[in-house]
């Protein structure tokens, strides 16, 4: 299918220089902030370190209320030398796509590549993904107020930069900051229309394209940790198999054949 351009003509068409992009609310920030990036206005700051952002607050107390952005297991199952194979196959095979970078929200493929679940509603949550070559640094985009739920991955290991955005701020703005320049972009399948219209604005130069070819190339074959995860799944079926005699009775209802397997 060939690549959708962006919906809209940009300034060169028309003959005429595109105007400066206006001051955006972010960059009025202390500058004198340790952790303000003063082109962008954005907060940066590995997650997992004791002081867990600017002046030293603690965020602990957030920890339990936004575990669940890992899916109930903050350290991934899955090996991290596991987790930067798959980082940078994905590079690569997205240079074999013609893109020049990945935007990877919440949801299958950002569980294949780190090994975390998460939600990105109307606030974005986005893995920056450069395909190899490309000049982006990886990163992993999230909000502020969210970030301590992602503080249990091994993203400094896996050379993923923590970079986080207030409310009131622009991500889309942000993700263009980082993005390189791309002339391609590859979104996630299951991106968020809002999300995809967000980019779409903020790098109005670069086409978009679906993430799903590249991330299934990857997926058709399975690394060591996929092949474990199939092999405890087959023996889990079995004993449940095993079992059906005993679970199902004359007068049992579903849920109660479905409480028992469980």
């Known amino acids: ?55 030293g607050r603690d965020h602990t107390g957030c920890r339990g209320i936004l575990r669940h952005m890992t899916a109930g297991h903050p350290t991934p199952a899955v090996p991290t ?21 990945l935007l990877v929200t919440p949801g299958t493929d950002l569980r294949y590549l780190l090994d975390a679940d998460g939600a990105s509603h109307e606030r974005l949550t986005c893995l920056v993904l450069p395909a190899a070559g490309h000049r982006a ?11 301590p739920g992602w503080a249990g991955l091994p993203l400094a290991e896996l050379g993923v930069e923590v970079v986080t955005w207030n409310d009131g701020e622009d991500p889309y703005l ?7 320049g791309p002339t391609r972009l590859a979104v996630a399948d299951a991106m968020p229309a809002k999300h995809v219209f967000g980019l779409r604005e903020a790098l109005p130069e670069a086409a978009q394209t679906l993430a799903g070819p590249i991330v299934s190339e990857l997926r058709m074959r399975k690394d060591a940790a996929e092949v474990e995860q199939l ?13 059906m005699g005993e679970f199902l009775k004359a007068g049992r209802t579903e849920a109660q054949v479905g409480a028992d397997i469980a």
């Open 137 to 147: 640094p990886p990163a992993l985009v999230v909000p502020r107020l969210e970030a």
């Open 231 to 243: 092999r405890a799944a087959g023996a889990a079926i079995d004993r449940v198999h095993a079992r």
């Open 174 to 180: 942000l993700v263009s900051d980082l993005a390189g």
């Open 1 to 55: 299918r060939p690549t959708v351009p962006l919906g809209r003509a940009s300034h060169a068409d028309h003959g005429v220089a595109r105007p400066p992009r206006p001051p955006h609310p972010a960059q009025q920030l202390r500058r004198s902030d340790p952790v303000c990036d003063g082109r962008s206005g954005v907060h940066r700051r590995d997650v997992g370190s004791p002081t867990g952002g600017p002046g």
């Open 81 to 101: 030398a596991l987790l930067a194979d798959r980082i940078r196959r994905a590079g690569d095979v997205a240079a074999d796509h013609g893109v020049d970078l």
